[in-house]
């Protein structure tokens, strides 16, 4: 079955300890997003790719990095994970062509102590 | 500034009876609105769309209404079943703009 997978689903980082967050799709779709979504919130759009084109929004924190090496792998780095950071991370894909019916996947759940 | 707004967290409904969740939104610019729906540990699937240009879709059990004068979107299950039990995220866009602005959710509860 074409999906969206995230990997790890649940990870527990140290406050100010570099992690990486994975994303993989099988969909061949060429734009990746990145959400962050807080307890009882909207899910807030970090940044997104159109193939290897970057796009970034403007509220995002610089702690945030992403990385797509491929069509199919898109990671979320953060350099210095603070409290506030902990949340669901949803990664998502669509086609250019129907970019607002987005494809999500599980979500990865980070714990910062 | 929330531009996509659900007022309702949450929403109790006999299974079999009809389920309205209701999404208001303050910026008229937006074109095209989606609903989602969400199951704990999962993420959020697309369930229905509708275009600015019209009032209704309708998709089986699913219908989305539009206002556009009142800026407001309301989704209705018609019957509700047990498996409807899941929160529901309305969804904004303009033009081409790859940017959906969300709704915090609303959480929808079906009772046997």
């Known amino acids: 079955d074409a999906m969206v997978i995230q990997n790890p689903r649940y990870q527990v980082t140290q406050f100010g300890k570099p992690v990486t967050l994975s994303c993989s799709q099988t969909?061949?779709?060429?734009?990746m997003y990145w959400y962050q979504q807080k307890s009882s919130q909207a899910p807030k759009l970090l940044f997104h790719?159109?193939?290897?084109?970057?796009?970034n929004e403007a509220d995002t924190p610089d702690n945030f990095q992403s990385r797509r090496p491929n069509t199919s792998f898109c990671f979320l780095d953060i350099r210095s994970p603070g409290l506030g950071d902990a949340a669901m991370y949803l990664c998502?894909?669509?086609?250019?062509?129907?970019?607002?019916?987005?494809?999500f996947g599980p979500g990865t759940r980070l714990t910062v102590l | 500034d929330q531009q996509v707004k659900q007022n309702s967290p949450s929403l109790s409904v006999q299974e079999g009876r009809i389920s309205i969740l209701n999404c208001d939104y303050t910026n008229s610019m937006f074109d095209y609105f989606l609903w989602y729906k969400k199951y704990p540990a999962e993420g959020p699937t697309f369930l229905i769309s509708i275009s600015s240009i019209k009032d209704k879709n309708e998709d089986g059990r699913f219908t989305v209404f539009l206002n556009k004068s009142a800026k407001h979107l309301s989704l209705h299950i018609v019957p509700s079943q047990p498996g409807d039990s899941a929160v529901y995220f309305c969804?904004?866009?303009?033009?081409?703009?790859?940017?959906?602005?969300w709704g915090a959710g609303t959480k929808l509860i079906i009772k046997p």
């Open positions: 969909l061949n779709h060429n734009v």
């Open positions: 998502a894909t669509s086609r250019a062509s129907v970019y607002n019916e987005q494809f």
């Open positions: 790719y159109y193939d290897k084109d970057f796009n």
């Open positions: 969804a904004a866009s303009m033009g081409s703009n790859y940017q959906l602005i």
